[in-house]
């Protein structure tokens, strides 16, 4: 079956409705020129006739089955004639006598007026028998032009049928496509070669892409490591007092989550998974790692870091991508709150973040998730909320935004309901 919005279906709709048309058109034009024809083959015939009898001193009507004949002198009483003539002036008309249907011809000569009829009725019977020819022609040829609207959309669009599945069934790395050896040298080759030459450059994007990622995950992670590895050597030295320590501490934990969000970023610049191929996370451990984390911003700040665990469900998701997306809705949460509280909520399908802070105006809350957006007090680079919606793209979560200045706000991350389940 066509669909509405292909083109096949455009192609046999427009032929159809150019032939419909055009046969109407045609219908419509020989109708009225035979109708044309016949009226004026009709006052031919009736002027004849006037003239033949109408010159006469004693007026002699026609003697035919179609043609009647009257004479209206001078001075005679008008009763002598039909009284739908009477009130005839001279020219053609069309008119009924008698509820029948005549063509009239009336004429002044020689001091009378003279009246010639032609019966319609049978001209007009035939007529209405010709109208319903021209219509039977017209659905005939609307009937036949949507027919071959059909088989000429199927011929005209099959190269481009074929293009587009052959498209649609590439891989962008794939080497052996070769469109142009799948059309004709006409305007569908001339799409098949451009597609050719797209083709060749995202390939060549796709090889520096990898070369790249390759690059970059090598060069982020050498250092990392290298940097994890002194610190843990020095965490061996007995000297250090508790607070080198804790320094120490918090510098391996930054190392690791740098290690963590190169993985994490890595995997969003992939192709899209199955949910089936990643791990599934335990939301709750990974919240309170991520309080955890957090919980040195709140040192010698008049802020409640709050937790209530309602549910602990699982997702199965990418850990790391998870742990961008609540370390991320904490750090703004504690970086737009002075003083007050944030509280952190889980339960079975969603997590709430909501904090006491400046909050955002309309304005401002309406752009808050697009990349490299900044507010007014805002002190980021504009990446972290919409690294977030990302990720909840991704996963098809659907993340939520309330505000109020002055007054907080409070971010909803629903997640969706194949992926989480409750122990």
Known sequence: MFQ??????????YYALFGAGLSIMLSGGVYL??????????????????????????????????IIGYALYRNEPEERIPVELRKLNPGRYDIKVRNHNYRVLVEDKNEARFY?????????TREEQFFRYMIFFAIFMIVSSSIGGVLLASRVTASV????RQVGQAEPGDPNLDLV?????????ELARAFDRYLKRL??????????????SHELRTPLAIMLGTVEVMEQDETLSMRQRTKLARIRRAAQDMIDLTSALLLMAREQQHFADENPCHVGEVLRSCVEKHLPLTAGRPIRLEVELIAEPDLTAE???????IGNLIRNALFNTKSGSVLLRLEKDKLIV????????????????????????????GVGLSLVKRICERYGWQIALESEEGKGTTATIGFAPSQSRSE
Do not use: C, W
């Open 4 to 13: 509405t919005n292909s083109l096949r279906f455009r192609v046999a709709f």
């Open 33 to 66: 020129t035979v109708q044309r024809i016949g009226t004026h083959l009709i006052d031919e015939t009736l002027q004849v006739e006037m003239d033949e009898h109408a010159g006469y001193l004693a007026f002699v009507s026609p003697n035919t089955k179609s």
């Open 116 to 124: 010639m009829l032609f019966d319609t009725e049978s001209l007009h």
């Open 161 to 164: 049928t074929r293009l587009a």
């Open 181 to 189: 050896e799948l059309t004709s040298n006409d305007e569908v080759g």
């Open 203 to 216: 390939r060549e994007f796709i090889e520096r892409e990898k070369y790249f990622t390759a690059d970059v």
């Open 319 to 325: 850990q790391p991508l998870l742990e961008i997306v």
């Open 354 to 381: 909501r904090d006491t802070g400046v909050g955002m105006r309309p304005e401002v809350l309406a752009r808050a998730l697009d990349h490299y957006y900044k507010g007014p007090s805002s002190a980021g680079s």
